[in-house]
């Protein structure tokens, strides 16, 4: 079974920043593009940012020039640094990756369980 622990939201106040980290583990034989996605209330969920195991990145263009996403393929962890953040941000913040657990396995989607980021002053 694979796991994606995500840590680092909270409350900020508008035109601050926060950073969320997301770390993959268990039965990983490969991981593939990792990313964000977020959810606000009454909303569907929506991509953030994501990053191929190769750097390519892909970012909504609601947060180009804002937030910048990395990741440590050795450690298979992801990063999600926000800054200039505005109430619009506000949202459940769900870390993705697509994982094949082993070398027999296709790759599948897994997600973390979500952390909330709040923008408000």
């Known amino acids: 079974q694979v796991q994606l622990v995500e840590s680092g939201g909270g409350l900020v106040q508008p035109g601050g920043s926060l950073r969320l980290s997301c770390a ?20 569907q969920r929506e991509l953030v ?24 393929n050795a450690k298979n962890t992801v990063t999600l640094q926000m800054n200039s953040l505005k109430p619009e941000d506000t949202a459940v913040y769900y870390c993705n990756a697509e994982v094949s657990p082993t070398i027999t396995t296709r790759r599948n989607d897994y997600w973390g369980q979500g952390t909330q980021v709040t923008v408000s002053s």
């Not at 993959?24 to 909303?43: D, E, H, L, N, T």
């Open 24 to 43: 993959a583990s268990g039965s990983i034989f490969r991981v593939y593009a990792m990313g964000w996605y977020r959810q606000a209330p009454g909303k």
């Open 49 to 72: 940012a994501a990053m191929t195991s190769g750097g390519s990145t892909n970012y909504a263009d609601s947060v180009k020039g804002r937030f910048t996403i990395s990741r440590d």
